[in-house]
């Protein structure tokens, strides 16, 4: 499991739901800019990890569980 596969996990898992990045973070009670790709990365070039709440919260919001989320890790389209 990588950097970018949990990225674009989150990604495929939006757009399951019908959402964008920043529509799922909202539906979910976040910042609408807590998915946003340039947040990906930290100024230093440092990877920035979503948080297990963030997850957390977007499953809930979605009525989701942990496997329908990573059913997407390491999924190439």
Partial sequence: MTHDDVWRAIE???TEHGMSCSGLAKCSGLDPTTFNK???W???GQ???PS???I???LSSTGANISDF???IGERE
């Fill in 47 to 49: 990877p920035r990890w």
């Fill in 56 to 58: 957390s919260k977007i």
């Fill in 70 to 72: 990573t059913k997407f």
């Fill in 12 to 14: 495929r898992f939006a």
């Fill in 52 to 54: 297990t709440n963030s």
């Fill in 38 to 40: 340039s947040k990906r």
């Fill in 42 to 44: 930290s100024k230093e």
